[in-house]
């Protein structure tokens, strides 16, 4: 896993794509179509950076799985993270990489509910269990504000008592009087 300076994986885009795929109602080839296809459309290096740490992530759930789905997923991943990196070589050595893919976070007041709230719901959980740990995510907390302050509205009425804002500020100020306990598994 990778994380150069000024690429961060919270972007309204890639979140909302990352929450809505997750799971297992959604197919392993249509999370790798999905994920590739994001990364195709500009060929970035910010969006090629995020998409393949989700592979290696994805990747990472189904190893010491034994079963046929598990190797196949593997496979899928393989080929996805290989194709990625020929065409990312390609783009930039024919000179028409895209360095940074500018301000995806501008598309939020597009987004409908519903995939808003999936997405609310993944990064509250996600942060819930840092800040219960005192361990407070700075990008991640600075992008559910963001997220606040440009659908406020929709997140409040659809997320109820479990998903609020209130909720969320009472666990930072908890995370705040906390030592970290958090582990990172990479």
């Known amino acids: 896993m990778r994380k150069s300076e000024n690429i961060s994986k919270y972007v309204f885009e890639w979140q909302l794509l990352r929450a809505n795929i997750k799971g297992s109602k959604v197919s392993i080839e249509d999370k790798i179509t999905r994920a590739l296809a994001y990364f195709q459309e500009t060929c970035s290096m910010d969006r090629y950076e995020r998409v393949y740490n989700w592979?290696?992530?994805?990747?990472?759930?189904?190893?010491?799985?034994?079963?046929?789905?598990?190797?196949?997923?593997?496979?899928?991943?393989k080929l996805a993270?290989?194709?990625?990196?020929?065409?990312?070589?390609?783009?930039?050595?024919?000179?028409?990489?895209?360095r940074w893919d500018g301000d995806e976070n501008l598309s939020c007041d597009s987004a409908g509910v519903k995939e808003l709230m999936v997405l609310w719901k993944d990064l509250f959980r996600t942060n819930e269990r840092w800040l219960k740990k005192g361990y407070a995510h700075k990008e991640?907390?600075?992008?559910?504000?963001?997220?606040?302050?440009?659908?406020?509205?929709?997140?409040?009425?659809?997320?109820?008592?479990?998903?609020?804002?209130?909720?969320?500020?009472?666990?930072?100020?908890?995370c705040n009087k906390m030592e970290n306990t958090h582990k990172f598994f990479f």
Do not use: P, Q
């Open 55 to 77: 592979l290696e992530g994805l990747e990472k759930g189904y190893a010491g799985h034994k079963t046929d789905n598990a190797d196949k997923a593997r496979a899928l991943i």
């Open 140 to 174: 991640c907390n600075d992008f559910m504000d963001w997220m606040l302050e440009r659908r406020f509205f929709d997140i409040w009425r659809s997320a109820g008592d479990r998903y609020n804002k209130v909720r969320l500020d009472e666990l930072r100020m908890a």
């Open 81 to 98: 993270k290989s194709g990625m990196v020929l065409n990312y070589e390609l783009t930039e050595k024919i000179g028409v990489l895209n």
